[in-house]
């Protein structure tokens, strides 16, 4: 995992943001690593590593769960 994904999971634990803002900075590095690709920044290889390493982090639950609504 890069350095720059443990900061923001770190500060995601912390509550120093969000679980709103982790999601929208991941959409975000999404984002920009498809871009990359297509501008021929990077490797497939090298977007199919930092993509699962964003796959990693999204599913992980943090914090205590949020409350929602049954309808």
Known sequence: MSHEYRILEQMLIKGKISRQEFKERIDAEYNKLEQELMND????DEHVERYNTLMEL??????????????
């Open 58 to 71: 999204e599913p992980q639950s943090f914090g205590p769960p949020e409350l929602h609504e049954h309808i």
């Open 41 to 44: 920044e990077i490797t497939p």
